[in-house]
T-cell receptor, first 114, second 110 residues
Framework: DTEVTQTPKHLVMGMTNKKSLKCEQH?????MYWYKQKAKKPPELMFV???????INESVPSRFSPECPNSSLLNLHLHALQPEDSALYLC?????????????FGSGTRLTVV | GENVEQHPSTLSVQEGDSAVIKCTYS??????FPWYKQELGKRPQLIID?????GEKKDQRIAVTLNKTAKHFSLHITETQPEDSAVYFC?????????FGKGTMLLVSP
């Protein structure tokens, strides 16, 4: 398995809802990442987990809460989001807990907040 | 942290022409530089990468060059085809993450 799988592919949620995004990889990668991408913009780093521990939080608002239950799974819990949070949320993973082996990106979750 | 500048933001070429996209980075400690292609509505996909101990790398119609002294690297696509049309992002590794350039929209006209 050489893929990063993200679910759901599309999500529409209200500002009072709670939802979760899921990311899974079975390549033995030890670093996993959440990125947010707005249209026609580059991916922006949100969180990094290295060996299942949160190593980087890029000052993301607390309405986004990451979780890494095990080395294959990464979740992003969403609560009380704003319309400006609508974006493509990309999960990525890389070998050896480092970025210098390249990322494998998932296909993303396209989130719309109404 | 790392800062990556990418030019041009848009590049239009005729099919068969060459295309060159250039990036500069700020952190001299960075040693890994990948390029991603992102088609509309799809995920970024790694197309080629280069490490700091190499000056050039080629894969069929795609090549990347790196000048560590000047801190810049470039993507070269030869014999462009309409299916090369996409947004291309350069990136540099720093502090265990990748920092991306702002992207170049490449349009290849038949």
């Amino acid at each position: 398995d050489t893929e990063v799988t993200q679910t759901p592919k599309h999500l529409v949620m209200g500002m009072t809802n709670k939802k979760s995004l899921k990311c899974e990889q079975h390549m033995g990668h030890r670093a996993m990442y959440w990125y947010k991408q707005k249209a026609k913009k580059p991916p922006e780093l949100m969180f990094v987990y290295s060996y299942e521990k949160l190593s980087i939080n890029e000052s993301v608002p607390s309405r986004f809460s990451p979780e890494c239950p095990n080395s294959s799974l990464l979740n992003l819990h969403l609560h009380a989001l704003q319309p400006e949070d609508s974006a493509l949320y990309l999960c990525a993973s890389s070998q050896e807990g480092a970025a210098n082996y390249g990322y494998t990106f998932g296909s993303g979750t396209r989130l719309t907040v109404v | 942290g790392e800062n990556v500048e990418q030019h041009p933001s848009t590049l239009s070429v005729q099919e068969g022409d060459s295309a060159v996209i250039k990036c500069t980075y700020s952190d001299s400690a960075s040693n890994y530089f990948p390029w991603y292609k992102q088609e509309l509505g799809k995920r970024p996909q790694l197309i080629i990468d280069i490490r700091s101990n190499v000056g050039e790398k080629k894969d069929q119609r795609i090549a990347v060059t790196l000048n560590k002294t000047a801190k810049h690297f470039s993507l070269h696509i030869t014999e462009t085809q309409p299916e090369d049309s996409a947004v291309y992002f350069c990136a540099a590794e720093g502090y265990s993450t990748l920092t991306f350039g702002k992207g170049t929209m490449l349009l290849v006209s038949p």
